[in-house]
DNA sequence: ACCGTTCGGTACAGACCGGTCTACATAGCT
DNA sequence: AGCTATGTAGACCGGTCTGTACCGAACGGT
């Protein structure tokens, strides 16, 4: 902040301003639809750096979604003040934020299962239904890897139709995990809260949407 | 030059066929990775007959994702061999063939909600949700419309998964819904055809229909 | 058989994109 | 101070995209 309004900010850190831009433009605007250019500008690096710390925009497209690995689902799974029951179903509550699940829009977008990012989505997805099947052993399921996956399809549904269509897809998601869940865990297994939701049809929408 | 196979075709089935090459290559390779050029040689038709039926690829975009409207989910709601509850099923079983709902592959690419395809996106998915609504009233179950979102909810995850890691989703989506249909449904609800179903609400749809 | 209309083939215009390169300015080291 | 490394600003290149213009050939009504 030495210098004028966009003065030189020298180096430091371009790389990270760049994955910045990089994260608010491909998730405005689509990474189709974001030229280096402008995402040059946003960054306040000149296209010259912006090269020599990606060589291409596909890695640039690739470190960006590498970078999602540690932020996303955050802290879901290691609130230690929620039962691992509670824990599956706060997965649900958070995504009013997130427009649409950025692996899935960059597989879209690139349309090449053979692009590095194409391979971080992915590993990304396994590693959230990995997650899932951990909470899910211990909340005491009788298959964990079954719910685990089926909670992770519940995640991408919603997430798509949310995209999709406008209306918030989470509540319903959710509604489908408490029935699931209660479902593969025996009966006698955790200690938890009242609930008799999703036992049977009516199934009244336990996590309230945003 | 009057040669070939199909030489000057003429006219009459130019918009078809700009249509069918539309649906092969959009399907293929993505909306965005296909040109103008390409389509009009893939079929036959020149840029400028293409262009004197659909004013601009948006224009053409918007036409075929409405021309999905009454193909997809061929039958499947209309297959009176079945009983609705297998009807709902029978949802999930087709859809290895289909690489990703054109829709929202549409949706993603075009990453705009006030695209005039996207518009006939969401009708698509609010079609569908009202058809597995409809099937799941005539199933008998005690809140169709809960269970038609749900149901169309875990379509689209399944879409998404297939679509972003290679495994096969479908059938985890369909043990979920075999799950949320026995639970929507109470236990007095008809297993056979011949029984009258729809206990609750109307009962369409009689046997020999169509 | 004639003539207007329509379509195929294609060259072209204008815009944009990814990526490279040159010219200049600054920071830090010696 | 002077030198070097690094960064900025932006022109520039080749390619591709959507969309248009033009010309000649084929068709259809009369």
């Known amino acids: ?59 640039l497209v690739a470190e960006y979604l590498r970078r999602f690995d540690p ?24 995504p009013a934020s997130t427009p649409l699940c950025p692996y899935l829009a960059a597989a879209v977008e690139l349309h090449d299962p053979q692009h590095p990012a194409s391979q971080y989505a992915r590993d990304y997805k396994t590693t ?10 211990e909340a005491g399921a009788t298959n964990p890897e079954q719910l685990g996956e089926q909670l992770a399809l519940l ?27 209660d479902n593969a865990i025996p009966a006698s297994s955790p200690r938890q809260p009242s609930d008799d939701r999703g036992t049977t049809g009516s199934a009244p929408v336990p996590v309230g949407g945003q």
């Open 155 to 181: 995640i991408d549904g919603a997430s798509a139709r949310t995209r999709v269509l406008n209306s918030e897809s989470f509540p319903t998601a959710a509604a489908i995990a408490a029935v699931l869940i």
């Open 1 to 59: 902040m030495e210098k004028g309004p966009l003065g030189r900010r020298r180096g430091r850190g371009a790389r990270e301003r760049i994955l910045s831009a990089s994260q608010q433009l491909f998730r405005d605007q689509g990474i189709n639809r974001t030229g280096m250019d402008q995402l040059c500008a946003v960054a306040q690096v000149s296209k010259r750096t912006a090269y020599q710390h990606f060589t291409s925009k596909d890695e």
């Open 71 to 94: 932020d996303v689902m955050p802290g879901v799974f290691d609130r230690t003040d929620l039962t691992p029951r509670e824990r599956l179903l706060a997965a649900f509550e958070i």
């Open 128 to 137: 959230i239904a990995a997650r899932l099947t951990e909470t899910a052993r």
